[in-house]
């Protein structure tokens, strides 16, 4: 009995070699998959990002055969949007996409050619627009601040630099930065900031006497002086 089952299974194999058309097969295939198609996108993780922005960016796809969808065309047709910083999308069968995003921070109101415009922890650039309730955040000036305050902010929270504490960022085109704290309080950093000054600032900003002054000025080497 078992040798018949080898001889029907040989002979199946042989009859469907000698007749294989691949034009037939992908269009078996491709009318097969019509019964997957894509009905519901599920945007997880999202909390900046906005579902009617992945679903606009998804729109074809949408109906369409599951099977035929790649994920990395899905994800790159997002990758416009604002706030992402990277995404992830993957199928569930039969009829679902699940996106789920990866947001940046945003870290700053920048202000340039008289326009507003919010900073991102990516250094991207966002227009302004009043549906962002950000009201907490500090404003930052100088031409090519936006490309140089993701690695400054890196320093001063590695430093504990208190963070919160900053009403304005000053950006010099020599390469170094003035703050304003939120009591109006100014620190003068040196072009060659590093480290040991982030340190040794935040211990000036612990001492009681720095009270009685308005501004640190830490632009000489060797020197503190206050006013």
Do not use: C
Not at 22 to 47: G, T
Not at 65 to 86: G, M, N, V, W, Y
């Amino acid at each position: 009995m078992k040798k018949f089952y080898k001889i029907a299974l040989l002979f199946i194999l042989f009859i469907f070699l000698t007749s294989y058309n691949p034009n037939k097969f992908d269009f078996i295939f491709e009318d097969n998959s019509n019964f997957f198609r894509i009905k519901k996108i599920v945007v997880i993780n999202n909390l900046l990002v906005e579902e009617r922005d992945v679903y606009k960016k998804l729109e074809k796809i949408h109906n369409k055969s599951i099977f035929l969808i790649k994920r990395k065309d899905a994800e790159t047709s997002l990758k416009t949007i604002d706030f992402l910083e990277k995404v992830e999308v993957k199928k569930r069968y039969p009829d679902t996409v699940i996106v789920k995003i990866f947001e940046t921070k945003p870290v700053g109101f920048f202000f340039k050619d008289k326009k507003k415009y919010l900073l991102d922890s990516s250094s991207n650039l966002i227009l302004y627009d009043e549906k962002y309730k950000f009201n907490q955040l500090p404003n930052i000036f100088g031409d090519g601040a936006e490309k140089n305050l993701t690695n400054f902010l890196s320093l001063l929270e590695n430093n504990h630099f208190p963070i919160k504490k900053i009403k304005s960022f000053y950006y010099f085109q020599i390469g170094r930065w003035d703050i304003k704290l939120i009591n109006n309080k100014i620190i003068k950093f040196p072009y060659d900031i590093n480290n040991d000054i982030i340190k040794k600032t935040v211990e000036l900003l612990n001492h009681n006497d720095f009270k009685n002054y308005n501004s640190i000025d830490l632009r000489v080497a060797g020197k503190i002086i206050v006013e």
